[in-house]
T-cell receptor, first 113, second 116 residues
Framework: KAGVTQTPRYLIKTRGQQVTLSCSPI?????VSWYQQTPGQGLQFLFE???????NKGNFPGRFSGRQFSNSRSEMNVSTLELGDSALYLC????????????FGPGTRLTVT | AQSVTQLDSQVPVFEEAPVELRCNYS??????LFWYVQYPNQGLQLLLK??????LVKGINGFEAEFNKSQTSFHLRKPSVHISDTAEYFC??????????????FGKGTHLIIQP
């Protein structure tokens, strides 16, 4: 089976712009979670989707949003980018209705200038 | 809410020597425990997990971990390391009754450096 894929792998944006990141889960996986990884804060949970519904969201401002499509693919959007949004954004997918066992993609490296 | 403490930010070890990476957690509810590895410029790979049952868990690449409920620890061990084990290792917890929807809580990571 193909693993979790994320596009694009690298992205450079300017402050104030918005960005959309894409994640395709492992075939058959219905749960998708997003994480932000920075040197200072480490890995932090952004949100989790199952069957097109957001089940939980981490402690991030409303500028961070996401959605999941009927084929389980997911996108996350960050509006009004700030320098502090520079990070590695990781997507993970899980089989079944529970999300304990998460399989991560390679991430999208976002740089905000 | 849960928290995870990885006691060492960096662990240098000679090749073929044993290694232990320490992880302690704090939670008011039952948790599931995980170790992930991250190689440079890559995502996270699941090494092993503890959900229930035997407290000694074996994972991939010769790693194992032991769940100690009384000490709230989940230390990762390998009897003999190789250069290829050089990577960042993350300990993570998830609330057992939450279905995983509240995500994984990660420690800050331990950089394992293998010296020839």
């Amino acid at each position: 089976k193909a693993g979790v894929t994320q596009t694009p792998r690298y992205l450079i944006k300017t402050r104030g712009q918005q960005v959309t990141l894409s994640c395709s889960p492992i075939s058959g996986h219905r749960s998708v979670s997003w994480y932000q990884q920075t040197p200072g804060q480490g890995l932090q949970f952004l949100f989790e989707y199952f069957s097109e519904t957001q089940r939980n969201k981490g402690n991030f401002p409303g500028r961070f949003s996401g959605r999941q499509f009927s084929n389980s693919r997911s996108e996350m959007n960050v509006s009004t980018l700030e320098l502090g949004d520079s990070a590695l954004y990781l997507c993970a997918s899980s089989p079944g209705t529970v999300s304990y066992e998460q399989y991560f993609g390679p991430g999208t490296r976002l740089t905000v200038t | 809410a849960q928290s995870v403490t990885q006691l060492d930010s960096q662990v240098p070890v000679f090749e073929e020597a044993p290694v232990e990476l320490r992880c302690n957690y704090s939670s008011s509810v039952s948790v599931y425990l995980f170790w992930y590895v991250q190689y440079p410029n890559q995502g996270l790979q699941l090494l092993l997990k503890y959900l229930s049952g035997s407290t000694l868990v074996k994972g991939i690449n010769g790693f194992e971990a032991e769940f100690n409920k009384s000490q709230t620890s989940f230390h990762l061990r390998k009897p003999s390391v190789h250069i290829s084990d050089t990577a960042e290792y993350f300990c993570a917890v998830s609330e057992a009754m939450g279905g995983g929807a509240d995500g994984l809580t990660f420690g800050k990571g331990t950089h394992l450096i293998i010296q020839p």
